[in-house]
Every structure is written in structure tokens, then in C-alpha cells.
């Protein structure tokens, strides 16, 4: 079974940062691309950034460039995404998200259940 989990998820001030973290588990992570995407409170999904199955390959949102980065460890079975520079539009749910096989195709058939980020003074 397909088990996506995030974490790293919290409260945090203004131009400060968080790392977030997904654990992978029941299907081998580093055979597939990985994205992060987020819903901001009243909106839709809004995609943050994918990477590709060796993690030599970043993409990122313009909105977030330059401020996050994706990583991830395949030995570990994990996801990370650092955010910097934190804004209060970037406050959301952020899920992790498996992709296709190798490269990101942005084709999503599992999702974590979301690990909440708030930006506020």
C-alpha cells in the first residue's frame, strides 16, 4: 500500500523558514518523480515544485523560485522541501504528491494528507 506522510508543518513568522518532510513507503521511491503542491485556504490546488526520480532534475513554481528548494533522499524513502523567505501568501496545506515513473509527467495517483504551513506576524 501506497503510503505518502508529511510533517515539518507549523506557525512561523514572516521572512522565516521551515523544512518539510514526506515518507515514502510501498513502492519504490526511487524509481518516480515527486511533487509538492498546496491549497491555500478558499483557493485550489496550486503546484509547488517537482523533481525527478534521481533528484538531479528541480522545478519549481515561479511564485516560489529562488525561496524553496526540493531535495529529496532515496535512501531515506523521503521528500523534503525547504522554505525560506516564508511570505504570508504562502500560508496552505502542502501535500506531497507521486509522480510517473523517472521524470514529472504531473500525474498524480497518491497523495500524503497535507501538513499545514502558516505564515503570520
Known amino acids: 500500500e501506497v503510503q505518502l506522510v508529511e510533517s515539518g508543518g507549523g506557525l512561523v513568522q514572516p521572512g522565516g523558514s521551515l523544512r518539510l518532510s514526506c515518507a515514502a513507503s510501498?513502492?519504490?521511491?526511487?524509481?518516480?518523480?515527486m511533487s509538492w503542491v498546496r491549497q491555500a485556504p478558499g483557493k485550489g490546488l496550486e503546484w509547488v515544485s517537482a523533481i525527478n526520480s534521481g533528484g538531479g532534475s528541480t522545478y519549481y513554481a515561479d511564485s516560489v523560485k529562488g525561496r524553496f528548494t526540493i531535495s529529496r533522499d532515496n535512501a531515506k524513502n523521503t521528500l523534503y522541501l525547504q522554505l525560506n523567505s516564508l511570505k504570508t501568501e504562502d500560508t496552505a496545506m502542502y501535500y506531497c504528491a507521486k509522480d510517473t515513473p523517472w521524470y514529472p509527467q504531473y500525474e498524480y495517483n497518491y497523495w500524503g494528507q497535507g501538513t499545514q504551513v502558516t505564515v503570520s506576524s
Open positions: 510501498g513502492f519504490t521511491f526511487s524509481s518516480y518523480a
